[in-house]
C-alpha cells in the first residue's frame, strides 16, 4: 500500500513538472520571437547607421521630424567639420595676433580688422559665387560653372538645390555643404596673407575691394585648376596635398607684387623696423600651429590613417624647422628669438604643406630642416632686392610653398600616397 502511495505522489509531481516546463517552453518560444523581431531591427538599424568597417554605408539624420537614410559618414563628417573650425582659428585669431604683433603700434587695429573683415567678405563671395567657379563642373579645365551660386542649382547646366542631405560629388562620405565650409576657410586664410606683404601701407576700403576682385579671379581658377578633377594641373599630376600651390604660391606671390605696387613703409631702407608685441606673435604663431592640424591633416577629409600621417609630418616637419631656425640665427646673432623661432616652425608649416599626405618621416624631416635654413634666409631678400615685405608674407609663404612642391617631388614616397618622387 505504502508503495502505491509513493508511486501515485511521484505521478502527481511529475504531472505538474510537465506542466511547469510546458509553461517554461511556451516563454522561451515567446521570447525567442521578441529577440528575432529585435534582431532584425538591429539588422535594419545597422544598415542605415553603418558599421566601423564600412562606415561609408551611410547614417541617419532628422528632417523635418523625420528619421530618413543618408549617404553620409558620421566619422568623417563630424572630423572635417573640426577641421573646419581648426583652419578658420587659423585666421581669426591666429593670423590676426601674429601680423598684429609683428606690425607697429599705431597699426595694430588696422591689421587685425583687415583678417576679421576678409572673414566675413570672402563667406559671402564663397557661398555666392567662389565655390561654384572653383568646385563647379564648367565642363573646362580652367575654370567652374554656374550651377552652384548661392547654392541654388542652375538646372540648365546640370545644377540641383542643395540641401542638408546632399552628397558632395568630390568627397562622397561628406554633405557637400560640409566640404563647403571646409573649402571656405582656406580661401578666407589665402586673402588674408597677402595683407602680411602690404601691411601697415593699404588703405581699409582698398584692401576690401582688392579681396573682391583678387579671390573671384585668382583664387577661385587656381583652386580649379588644382582640386578639380578637371582642372589642367589636377590632370597633369600635380601633387599639392593641402594647399601649397593654390594657398601658399598665390597668396605669396601677390603679397610681393601688391607691396611693390604700394612702395615701401618710411624707415624701411634706414635699418630694422622691430614688431611692437612679440607675445601677440607667439600666440597667433601658437594658434596657426595647431590649427594646421585642421588644414593639412583635415585634407584627408576621412577619419582615417591618411589623416593621421598628414598630422605627423606636419608636426614633424614644424619641429624640425623650428628648431634649426633657432640653432642658425643663435649661430648668426649670438642669440636666439621668440620672433625667429616661431617664424621658422611656421616656415616648417607652410613647406610640408603640398607634401603632408605624400612624404614619409624622412622626406618630413629633411623639408623642415631645409626650410628652417632657407626661411632664415629668404626674408632677408627683401633688404638686398629693395621691397618691403613688411610681415614676410612672400619670403614665408610664397618661397615656402614654391620649395616645398619641389621637394615633395622629390620625396614622395608611393607607400604613403600612392606618388613615386624622384628619390623612389
Known sequence: RRACEMAAGTESRLATLEGFMRTQTATIIAAKQIIDSQNASIHELQGLVGTMDHPERGGLAFLGGELIEVDHSPGDTAFALTSTALVLMMTIPGLALFYGGM????????TVMQSFVITCEVTVLWIAMGYSLAFGKGHNPFIGGSERFWLLGDVNNGGHVMTPNTSSEIVPAI???????????FAI????????????????PAVIVFVFFWHLLVYCPIAHWEWHEEGFLHKAGTLDFAGGDVVHISSGVAGLVASIMVGRRKGFLEGELPPHNVLLTFMGASLLWVGWFGFNAGSAVAANGLAAWALLTTHLSASVSGFTWMCLEWYMRKKPSVLGIVSGSVMGL????????????????FIGLIGGVLGYFSIQLKHRLGFDDALDAFGVHGIGGIVGGLLTGLFANPEIGGAAGAFY
Open 175 to 185: 554633405s557637400e555643404a560640409c566640404f563647403l565650409i571646409y573649402q571656405c576657410t
Open 189 to 204: 586664410i589665402t586673402c588674408a596673407l597677402i595683407c602680411g606683404s602690404s601691411a601697415e601701407r593699404m588703405k581699409f
Open 103 to 110: 606690425a607697429r603700434a599705431p597699426n595694430v587695429l588696422n
Open 350 to 365: 607652410v613647406m610640408i604643406t603640398p607634401g603632408a599626405g605624400y612624404v614619409d618621416q624622412t622626406g618630413a624631416f
